[in-house]
């Protein structure tokens, strides 16, 4: 069975030469996403380089932490926006 050959996007190709240090799994990662999600709902200038970097460069669970953050602020009744805008605009 073949399939085409689809071409990397730039942003796809960007993020597999992302310095991936420090080191985060994505079990640790889901480990901490919650508190993580909650302290950028909190603050969107709080700052965790190891997650920040880990986000940036996985895509699953940089998805994961925008459904997170979608989730929580329509439960407390806030706006997400400031949240994701944080989780978008900090590349590692």
């Known amino acids: 069975m073949t399939q085409a050959n689809t071409p990397l996007s730039l942003q796809a190709a960007l993020s597999l030469t992302l310095d991936t240090e420090p080191f985060l799994s994505c079990d640790d990662c889901f480990d901490l996403v919650d508190e993580y999600v909650e302290a950028l709902l909190a603050d969107p200038d709080h700052d965790q380089l190891a997650m920040r970097?880990?986000?940036?460069?996985?895509?699953?669970?940089?998805?994961?932490?925008?459904?997170?953050?979608?989730?929580?602020?329509?439960?407390?009744?806030?706006?997400?926006?400031?949240?994701?805008?944080?989780?978008?605009?900090?590349p590692a």
């Open 53 to 90: 970097t880990h986000l940036a460069g996985c895509n699953a669970c940089a998805e994961e932490a925008r459904s997170l953050i979608l989730l929580v602020a329509e439960q407390d009744g806030i706006s997400p926006a400031p949240a994701l805008g944080a989780l978008e605009d900090n």
